[in-house]
């Protein structure tokens, strides 16, 4: 899916007028399409792209071409990072170019354009970037990716000098086998080596990112715009914010104290399992034997070790339990549903994970914002959301579903989203004007 997007990303970029400037386009979340064209706000054609390109040309910038930057559109932050190195990579061959161009993204397609621009090779910064509603993510290394990183540095750091050593012994050896000991050694140098850097890139990664992204672009040049309405923004930033007990300390003490019981049982049936010819064997040989004294009362009383296993087992495992363990637990659980939960929510599917979201961009301090009241945003309220419910309703009814009935779950998802807030900012004949009024500003400088 993402060859046959990007491919057709590269003919449309080899496909560009030979002059005028560019407008690239990177939509959001369950936003995607295969075709340039379309009334989708980010296509050629669409409402939104068609009064851009008009009010550039009024601004004095006739002939923007609009450049559609494709990716799959699934709530994967996989898949974002995918994106975000295609569009570096369209960015570097605009800028050697030197065409003027911007870039305007929406909701995850923010995030797709902040990641790509700390990839960029060139050190020119970027004159434009605008946002629309996007949820800026603050990733930090998950811990089996750490881990992994720290395994790479170290194996480079005691392997290439180890290798290097062998390789010089070969030399001064006198051996005939010199090209083996090359092509081994050397090979094996290589890969720590390159296992070293891979890992210092994945431990410096914030680091770097944040440095990249100072050269990309000047604050004052990137346009965020949101609304304190938006509702996607808000869901993720409360996701990101809260860290509820979804484990009490009391709920699993409890637990572990029933799962005691279970682990007793077990355990007295293990043991016996194990040892049962030498407490029941003699009862055994008694009983047919006939002899049921003193001597079989006293093997009987072995039995008695039953429920002292079994109550040393409950006790040790809810003592422990009462002195750490349920805390311990209830820890661990709550760690990982809450890592789940995100995961779901951002698409963390990575080897990143979320710590925060925020509503400029993290790596460029003092970005310009745009904060847009409800009452402005294309007059979009909750009487708005009534009367497109009403009037989808009503296609419904006058089409019998032969349009956008129910049984197209994408065209039925689209007229249902255009009455939220966060899918709003491209309607609005304010923030299109203000977003030519960013860009004509940035490429006149």
Same mark, same amino acid.
């Given at each position: 899916?993402?060859?046959?997007?990007?491919?057709?990303?590269?003919?449309?970029?080899?496909?560009?007028?030979? $002059?005028?400037?560019?407008?690239?386009?990177?939509?959001?979340?369950?936003?995607?399409?295969?075709?340039?064209?379309?009334?989708?706000?980010?296509?050629?054609?669409?409402?939104?792209?068609?009064?851009?390109?008009?009010?550039?040309?009024?601004?004095?910038?006739?002939?923007?071409?609009?450049?559609?930057?494709?990716?799959?559109?699934?709530?994967?932050?996989?898949?974002?990072?995918?994106?975000? !190195?295609?569009?570096?990579?369209?960015?570097?061959?605009?800028?050697?170019?030197?065409?003027?161009?911007?870039?305007?993204?929406?909701?995850?397609?923010?995030?797709?354009?902040?990641?790509?621009?700390?990839?960029?090779?060139?050190?020119?910064?970027?004159?434009?970037?605008?946002?629309?509603?996007?949820?800026?993510?603050?990733?930090?290394?998950?811990?089996?990716?750490?881990?992994?990183?720290?395994?790479?540095?170290?194996?480079?750091?005691?392997?290439?000098?180890?290798?290097?050593?062998?390789?010089?012994?070969?030399?001064?050896?006198?051996?005939?086998?010199?090209?083996?000991?090359?092509?081994?050694?050397?090979?094996?140098?290589?890969?720590?080596?390159?296992?070293?850097?891979?890992?210092?890139?994945?431990?410096?990664?914030?680091?770097?990112?944040?440095?990249?992204?100072?050269?990309?672009?000047?604050?004052?040049?990137?346009?965020?715009?949101?609304?304190?309405?938006?509702?996607?923004?808000?869901?993720?930033?409360?996701?990101?914010?809260?860290?509820?007990?979804?484990?009490?300390?009391?709920?699993?003490?409890?637990?572990?104290?029933?799962?005691?019981?279970?682990?007793?049982?077990?355990?007295?049936?293990?043991?016996?399992?194990?040892?049962?010819?030498?407490?029941?064997?003699?009862?055994?040989?008694?009983?047919?034997?006939?002899?049921?004294?003193?001597?079989?009362?006293?093997?009987?009383?072995?039995?008695?070790?039953?429920?002292?296993?079994?109550?040393?087992?409950?006790?040790?495992?809810?003592?422990?339990?009462?002195?750490?363990?349920?805390?311990?637990?209830?820890?661990?659980?709550?760690?990982?549903?809450?890592?789940?939960?995100?995961?779901?929510?951002?698409?963390?599917?990575?080897?990143?994970?979320?710590?925060?979201?925020?509503?400029?961009?993290?790596?460029?301090?003092?970005?310009? !914002?745009?904060?847009?009241?409800?009452?402005?945003?294309?007059?979009?309220? !909750?009487?708005?959301?009534?009367?497109?419910?009403?009037?989808?309703?009503?296609?419904?009814?006058?089409? $019998?579903?032969?349009?956008?009935?129910?049984?197209?779950?994408?065209?039925?998802?689209?007229?249902?989203?255009?009455?939220?807030?966060?899918?709003?900012?491209?309607? $609005?004949?304010?923030?299109?004007?203000?977003?030519?009024?960013?860009?004509?500003?940035?490429?006149?400088?």
């Amino acid at each position: 899916m993402f060859k046959r997007l990007f491919r057709q990303r590269s003919e449309a970029l080899d496909n560009l007028p030979a $002059d005028g400037p560019i407008v690239i386009t990177v939509h959001g979340t369950n936003d995607a399409d295969v075709r340039d064209d379309g009334m989708r706000w980010w296509q050629q054609g669409s409402r939104f792209t068609t009064r851009l390109v008009e009010k550039l040309g009024e601004l004095g910038f006739s002939g923007a071409h609009i450049l559609p930057v494709h990716w799959s559109g699934a709530n994967s932050d996989h898949d974002r990072l995918i994106a975000a !190195e295609e569009l570096s990579r369209v960015l570097t061959s605009l800028e050697r170019s030197g065409r003027p161009h911007a870039v305007i993204g929406h909701s995850h397609g923010g995030n797709v354009v902040m990641e790509a621009l700390a990839l960029r090779r060139r050190r020119q910064p970027l004159s434009s970037v605008i946002t629309f509603g996007t949820p800026f993510f603050v990733r930090r290394l998950k811990p089996i990716a750490a881990l992994i990183a720290i395994f790479q540095v170290l194996l480079g750091l005691v392997v290439a000098p180890v290798m290097a050593w062998f390789l010089a012994s070969s030399f001064t050896s006198g051996t005939n086998k010199i090209v083996e000991a090359v092509i081994l050694f050397g090979g094996l140098i290589i890969f720590s080596l390159w296992s070293l850097r891979r890992g210092f890139l994945e431990l410096s990664r914030a680091g770097w990112t944040r440095r990249h992204s100072a050269h990309a672009i000047h604050p004052q040049n990137w346009l965020v715009v949101h609304s304190p309405r938006d509702e996607a923004m808000r869901l993720l930033e409360a996701a990101a914010d809260i860290s509820p007990d979804y484990v009490t300390v009391a709920s699993a003490i409890r637990s572990i104290s029933r799962l005691s019981t279970v682990v007793g049982v077990a355990a007295v049936i293990i043991f016996f399992g194990d040892t049962w010819s030498y407490f029941l064997e003699p009862i055994i040989t008694k009983a047919n034997a006939g002899e049921f004294g003193i001597g079989m009362a006293a093997d009987l009383t072995f039995l008695l070790i039953v429920p002292v296993i079994f109550s040393v087992i409950v006790f040790v495992i809810r003592l422990v339990a009462r002195l750490g363990g349920g805390w311990l637990y209830a820890s661990v659980l709550n760690f990982l549903i809450h890592g789940s939960l995100m995961g779901a929510a951002y698409g963390g599917d990575a080897r990143f994970r979320l710590t925060h979201v925020v509503r400029t961009p993290p790596y460029v301090s003092g970005a310009e !914002e745009s904060r847009i009241d409800a009452t402005n945003l294309g007059g979009i309220d !909750e009487t708005a959301i009534l009367n497109s419910a009403q009037d989808l309703y009503q296609t419904l009814i006058a089409q $019998d579903g032969a349009e956008v009935g129910f049984g197209d779950p994408d065209k039925l998802w689209k007229r249902l989203s255009d009455a939220l807030y966060h899918n709003a900012y491209m309607r $609005d004949e304010n923030v299109i004007a203000n977003t030519a009024d960013h860009i004509a500003s940035r490429w006149s400088r």
